[in-house]
Each structure stands twice: as structure tokens, then as C-alpha cells.
T-cell receptor
């Protein structure tokens, strides 16, 4: 089924562990984004990518790593998870070439770091 | 740099009453503007968007928004609220056709509470 898929939907991990959140889109959208959502802060941009192999930092990149070897995938890795990274993470995508139509979001990953 | 302000953290309305959620943006040119809704435990769903043209935009679920350049505002309205409209609402701005990196900036959200 076409769309943007995030996995896992829920994740509990321990402090200090590495964890990777997956994001996959089937539209070949050029832009992809990772946001975290926290009470009182709304959505904050972690990293974004304008195309395969092109990534850049957003507002809150510390402690996170991204890669984009293929257009359709944009994984987010927490290299050494901390409790402050407990949050809901949203992936989004957007097409720009040929027309801009806005942003589409995945269903989110709820991450708890214990 | 672009920014979005949603001045109201919470809004409480009675079912059947009208609704207006405020959104003010900061951007040097005509931006792309969006309203998203998020039900508890769910992702963000696009309600409506403004790119250009008619400043009154119709969206899904009976919502509309009006772009007012002079006030840098993009307020969301609904004439009669239903209990199912209780959710979190986010206004967002993206760089417009004048250029930019198409990175959206979101407001902190307004929580809508609907009383029966």
C-alpha cells in the first residue's frame, strides 16, 4: 500500500543503547524530514534530506544520526539513547520537483528510553 | 528565518459553537501555509493549505482558513464544532515559491476541547 511507513510503532530501549527508527515512502518524494514531538514544544525538526545522500541538521540534531542511501528510506539512529530522547518521532516527506504539494506524515514512533 | 506562533495553547468550545484558531507567521515573502490536525495517538492529517490565489481556503471536515497578508495571519475557522473535532491543531509555514528549502516550521499547537 502506497504511503509513508514508520517502524516500529512503539519502542522501549535502555539508556546507552543504539536504536534505529525506520521511515519508508513509496512516492519517490525528494524531501524527507524527521521531527520529534514533545509536550509544550510542538514539532521540532531533527534532520532533513533534500535527496539521496543529501542531509542536513534541523533544530535539535544532537544525539541523532541519519542517512539516506536510497530515496525511499530515511532511517534515524540514536547512537546512545538518553532519557531526554523519550518522545514521539514523526517522519514526513514532500515532493518539490514538478510541483510542491505539501507534506505527508507517517503515523509516528513512540520511543521510551528507560 | 520563518516562524509560526499559535497564541492559544488551549481553546474550549461548546459543541455546535463556532471556532477560530489563531496562527501568525513570520516570513519575508508569500509563504506556503498549512493547518494539520492530530487526534490523540495519531499522526498529523492535513486539513488545508494555502499556496496562492484565493485567500479563503476550504479544507476537509468543514474547516476553512483565511490568509491575511497585512496581518501575517492564517486563522482556522469552523462554523459549528462537533465533538469529534477535539484534537490538537498545528499551523505550519513552508518557504514559498520565491525560493527556500521547503522545510516546514510548525507552531506549538492548540489543543481544542469540545464540551457537550
Amino acid at each position: 500500500d502506497a504511503g509513508i511507513t514508520q517502524s516500529p510503532r512503539y519502542k522501549i530501549t535502555e539508556t546507552g543503547r543504539q536504536v534505529t527508527l525506520m521511515c519508508h515512502q513509496t512516492w519517490s518524494h525528494s524531501y524527507m524530514f524527521w521531527y520529534r514531538q514533545d509536550l509544550g514544544h510542538g514539532l521540532r525538526l531533527i534532520y532533513y534530506s533534500a535527496a539521496a545522500d543529501i542531509t542536513d541538521k534541523g533544530e535539535v540534531p544532537d544525539g541523532y544520526v541519519v542517512s539516506r542511501s536510497k530515496t525511499e528510506n530515511f532511517p534515524l539512529t540514536l547512537e546512545s539513547a538518553t532519557r531526554s530522547q523519550t518522545s514521539v518521532y514523526f517522519c514526513a516527506s514532500s515532493v518539490v520537483k514538478g510541483g510542491f504539494y505539501g507534506y505527508t506524515f507517517g503515523s509516528g514512533t513512540r520511543l521510551t528510553v528507560v | 528565518a520563518q516562524s509560526v506562533t499559535q497564541p492559544d495553547i488551549h481553546i474550549t468550545v461548546s459543541e455546535g459553537a463556532s471556532l477560530e484558531l489563531r496562527c501568525n507567521y513570520s516570513y519575508g515573502a508569500t509563504p506556503y501555509l498549512f493547518w494539520y490536525v492530530q487526534s490523540p495517538g495519531q499522526g498529523l492529517q492535513l486539513l488545508l493549505k494555502y499556496f496562492s490565489g484565493d485567500t479563503l481556503v476550504q479544507g476537509i471536515k468543514g474547516f476553512e482558513a483565511e490568509f491575511k497578508r497585512s496581518q501575517s495571519s492564517f486563522n482556522l475557522r469552523k462554523p459549528s464544532v462537533h465533538w469529534s473535532d477535539a484534537a490538537e491543531y498545528f499551523c505550519a509555514v513552508g518557504a514559498g515559491a520565491s525560493g527556500g528549502s521547503y522545510i516546514p516550521t510548525f507552531g506549538r499547537g492548540t489543543s481544542l476541547i469540545v464540551h457537550p
